[in-house]
Nanobody, 126 residues
Framework: QVQVVESGGGLVQPGGSLRLSCAVS????????MNWYRQAPGKERELVAT???????DYADFVKGRFTISRGNAKNTIYLQMNRLKPEDTAVYYCNAIGTYSSGTYFTTTFALDAWGQGTLVTVSS
């Protein structure tokens, strides 16, 4: 019932900027934190930035001062503003939502929510 959709990826030159968007939709869920991860070819997936339900933010060292995670006006929407991009930022970027959700219309059960989008490709190259 919970869907995560990213958008905004593309090709950009070194030093350029991109803004990624993530929207979570569905029903019967509650989000405690949302994260941006990325994964380059042949590399492990790594955490880029996180924002909690009280709007506390944190960043990986390799993006501090360049990337900003923020919440949108729409419910359960976040952005990742990426500035001064480097070739090593090239990766598929994934949005991740953490929280809880319930399933069932007559009997209901609460589950841990760990939802992922399909990813959006960011390529930084001349």
């Amino acid at each position: 019932q919970v869907q995560v959709v990213e958008s905004g990826g593309g090709l950009v030159q070194p030093g350029g900027s991109l803004r990624l968007s993530c929207a979570v939709s569905g029903s019967d869920f509650s989000i405690s934190a949302m994260n941006w991860y990325r994964q380059a070819p042949g590399k492990e997936r790594e955490l880029v930035a996180t924002i909690t339900s009280d709007d506390s933010t944190d960043y990986a060292d390799f993006v501090k001062g360049r990337f900003t995670i923020s919440r949108g006006n729409a419910k359960n929407t976040i952005y990742l503003q990426m500035n001064r991009l480097k070739p090593e930022d090239t990766a598929v970027y994934y949005c991740n939502a953490i929280g809880t959700y319930s399933s069932g219309t007559y009997f209901t059960t609460t589950f841990a929510l760990d939802a992922w989008g399909q990813g959006t490709l960011v390529t930084v190259s001349s």
